[in-house]
C-alpha cells in the first residue's frame, strides 16, 4: 500500500503539466456514524494531510491524494457469565490509516482569469479510501477492514491570495469491516475542515 501511495503521487504530479495550480493542506476529519448499534460506535477526532491538482478554470476538476488517520471508539457492555448487565461498560478503540483519492468537479463564483484576490468554490464527487493499516485495542477480536471503501459529497471553500479553507461532507457508500466480527458493520460519514496554500503554474 505504501507503493500505492508514491505511485498515485506520481501520477499526480505527471499530470501537473495540464494543471492551474496545486492545492497543498491539511487539516481535521471527524467520523459520522450512521448506525452505533449494540456496539455504541462513537467517532472521535483524526487528520489528513494531501495534495491536489486543479484542472480549469470557472468550472475545474480537482483529483487529488491524500493520506488520513481516522478514529472510532466502540463499547461493549459488561454481563456476567449468565449474560445479566453487570452496569460496567468496557471501550475500545480503532484507528485505521488510509489513502483518500477524491476526484471532485467544481466551480468557482468569480472567473480566476480575471485573477482576483478572493473566491469563493463549491465541489462535488465520488471518493475512494484504500485502506493502508488499521489497529483495534482488542486482541480477541480477529477485524479486517475493508479494503476499499467508497464515499461521495461535496463541500465549498474559501480563496484568499494564496491560502485557502474548505469544509466538506462526505457520505460512505460501503461499510468499513470485511466480515462480521461485530453485531454493527457501521458506515462511517466523513466531516473534513481543511487549510493550506495554492501554487499557481505558470501558463
Not at 141 to 156: E, H
Amino acid at each position: 500500500m505504501i507503493k500505492l501511495f508514491f505511485l498515485t503521487l506520481s501520477l499526480l504530479a505527471g499530470s501537473s503539466i495540464l494543471a492551474q495550480e496545486f492545492q497543498i493542506g491539511a487539516g481535521y476529519n471527524g467520523s459520522n456514524v450512521r448506525e452505533a448499534g449494540e456496539e455504541q460506535w462513537v467517532g472521535r477526532a483524526g487528520y489528513h494531510a494531501g495534495i491536489d491538482l486543479v484542472l480549469g478554470g470557472l468550472w475545474f476538476v480537482r483529483p487529488g491524494a491524500h493520506f488520513q488517520v481516522r478514529n472510532l471508539n466502540y463499547t461493549l457492555a459488561g454481563v456476567d457469565a449468565s449474560g445479566t448487565p453487570t452496569g460496567t461498560d468496557v471501550e475500545f478503540k480503532y484507528t485505521d490509516r488510509s489513502l483518500r483519492i477524491p476526484l471532485m468537479v467544481g466551480r468557482r463564483l468569480l472567473d480566476p482569469s480575471d485573477d482576483p484576490g478572493f473566491n469563493i468554490y463549491v465541489v462535488g464527487g465520488p471518493s475512494a479510501v484504500l485502506n493502508l493499516s488499521a489497529d483495534l485495542q482488542n486482541d480477541q477480536l480477529d477485524v479486517r477492514t475493508t479494503g476499499t471503501q467508497w464515499y461521495i459529497g461535496g463541500g465549498a471553500g474559501l480563496q484568499l491570495a494564496f491560502l485557502f479553507l474548505e469544509g466538506g461532507y462526505n457520505v460512505a457508500m460501503t461499510d468499513i469491516f470485511d466480515g462480521a466480527a461485530f453485531r454493527t458493520d457501521p458506515r462511517v460519514n466523513q466531516v473534513t475542515l481543511s487549510a493550506g496554500i495554492r501554487l499557481k503554474l505558470a501558463n
